[in-house]
């Protein structure tokens, strides 16, 4: 495997976190959709894609492994709330209500596709050929949740309504997936990684086209402030930490 | 987890259909035939069959719930594919076999209505409490283990589309033990603490997976229609004592204690003594053991087990916060979008 610089390995292990830990807490939430989605087939669909993001976050964790040593379940589930680097929105409850599920997912799904769409041109090859790998799948992704937008903006007065509603519930939170990990300008000026100065407006510019299409608007507006990539996470977050840890925390040490 | 139906059979009914059709059907069937959908039958087969089915679909979207709760709390990230991979099956596993019930004549729509209404059945070993990560090992191994054996059987049954349904769901269920059997093994190799949680979940397991096939055979078992017809194959207590042979040694050989427990209203175990009964009889080549307590087997498929309410206020939510999405784009058909 290519060496990586000593210089650059809190940073690129904060740029890991924050995509493993990301897919691992959005994977977590929607697989709790299992046996609940509103059709089956869609909820067969839905349960496909968190296995997709709890093995994409893996894959992560043992990219990290192979800087820090660490294993990945210790990494996944052993960490104090400050120590994990997702965004906030992946956590943020969804009531068991599918539009709040769509917004979530349709939100973080297109910011991946960027994200990803970046790293696959990072110089450390490891990093860049996980992302190519993985940025395949991301497509399929973001083109379900486009569908479900689609379907569901143009449904019906009442389906229109309340994807709105969610849409503007999740905006917010959005615009925090943006928030830079710690240390990434360091990546950005050792080229390991790509300028992603303009990626808020790619991604903006892909969200207002498809909920244009579908009838919806989201008003998403980028913010500065800290917030998860920093490690400050709400309490809804905590909760799913608990949630992740349950078991897991009995015996840290255990095999399970 | 998957679990076949016993469906209680009353249908004494076939004295309207025609004589030379029911005795070609009849020997059809008894020579090993397939019945296809668009095939004669009697109306009793048609019935009989579409309740088996539908009992069957409505056990595995109901089976999730248990396991569904635990997804979140799995604790590795390889248990945590599984569990999710397994439950998605059983969700898989119930979109088949509504399929199936569907070409036998009921919508989708109005099964789906009428479990959540308490008009249809589901699978009794759903409404006992599932309260620690042990008890999703034990539920994967021993009921998966369980539904193995008995769909097995019926597996060769008459219903081509059933059969079919069956042979698919079986491979899929062989993953589903293979996960339940190491998740077992790798707790009773584990921790003090680790065996004591398998312990505890396997005592509270036990009797339900024995009641898992059903109540003690009939007399006439064998005349009844759905034998008489092939759709199951195999008696209860033939399917119960297979069972035993296969899982007490298993148990015992990773060291699990096979008790006979008492229980509270809510499942949880309040006494308990090793399985007085248990033994290889060597005269017969079955092992020997303690019947379930099917006073309690009853009440639980009267609707007072523990967990029958919240089983079906759990499902019951569900289908009533997805109806906007249905009525959204579902439109009276049955498929999701997959274009955009």
Known sequence: MQELDQQFHNPIVNVLLCVADDKLFLGH?????????????????????????????????????????????????SRNANEYLCADIVTKDDSFNWANAIARQFYCNVYEYYRLQRLS???????????????????????????????????????????????????????????APEG????????????????????????????????????????????????SHGAEFKESLCELQEVFSTDPLAAW | MSASANVEVNIKDCANADPEKLAVFEQHVAEGGLVEPNDWMPEAYRTLMLRMAEHHANSEIVGALPEGEWITRAPSLLRKLALTAKVQDEVGHGQMLYE??????????????????????????????????????????????????????LA????????????????????????????????????????????????????????????????????????RWRMKTATNNELRQKFVNRFAPAAMATGLVINVCKKDASGMVISKEPDPLLKLNEETGNWDFTQPDWDEFFRVIRGDGPCNKDRLALRRFSYEQGEWVRRAILDGATTAPSDH
């Open chain 2, 156 to 227: 060769h049954g008459s219903f081509g589309p059933y059969i079919r349904t069956m042979r698919r769901i079986n491979m899929e269920e062989a993953f589903h033990f293979k996960h339940g059997e190491d998740m077992v093994l790798t707790l009773m190799s584990g921790t003090d603490k680790q065996k004591q949680l398998a312990q505890d979940a396997f005592d509270r397991w036990w009797d339900p997976s024995l009641a898992f096939f059903g109540p003690n055979d009939r007399p006439d078992e064998r005349e009844r229609p759905a034998m």
């Open chain 1, 29 to 77: 939430k929607n697989s709790d959709w299992t046996g609940l989605a509103p059709i089956l087939e869609a909820d067969i669909a839905f349960s496909s894609l968190s296995q997709d993001d709890i093995a994409h976050a893996s894959a992560f964790y043992e990219l990290i492994q192979t800087i820090t040593g660490q294993n990945p379940d210790q990494i996944a589930f």
């Open chain 2, 100 to 153: 199936v019930a569907q070409d036998l004549g009921k919508t989708r729509n109005a099964m789906l209505r009428d479990l959540i209404t308490g008009v249809t059945k589901y699978h009794n070993c759903f409404n006992y409490p599932c309260p620690t990560w042990g008890d999703i090992c034990m539920i994967a191994w021993l009921i998966d283990g369980a539904a193995i054996l008995n769909q097995g059987t």
């Open chain 1, 121 to 179: 041109t990072a110089s450390w090859t490891p990093l860049a050929s996980l992302a190519k790998r993985i940025f395949a799948e991301q497509v399929i992704h973001v083109d379900h949740v486009t569908s479900w937008i689609k379907h569901l903006g143009k449904g019906s007065g009442d389906s229109n309504s309340r994807m709105q509603q969610a849409l503007d519930t999740y905006a917010p939170f959005a615009s925090m997936l943006f928030e």
């Open chain 1, 184 to 231: 990434i300008e360091t990546l950005f000026e050792g080229k390991i990684i790509s300028d992603d100065g303009c990626m808020f407006t790619e991604w903006k510019e892909h969200v207002d086209q498809v909920t244009n299409e579908a009838g919806l608007k989201a008003t998403v507006a980028p913010v500065s402030g800290v917030g998860g990539r920093r490690g």
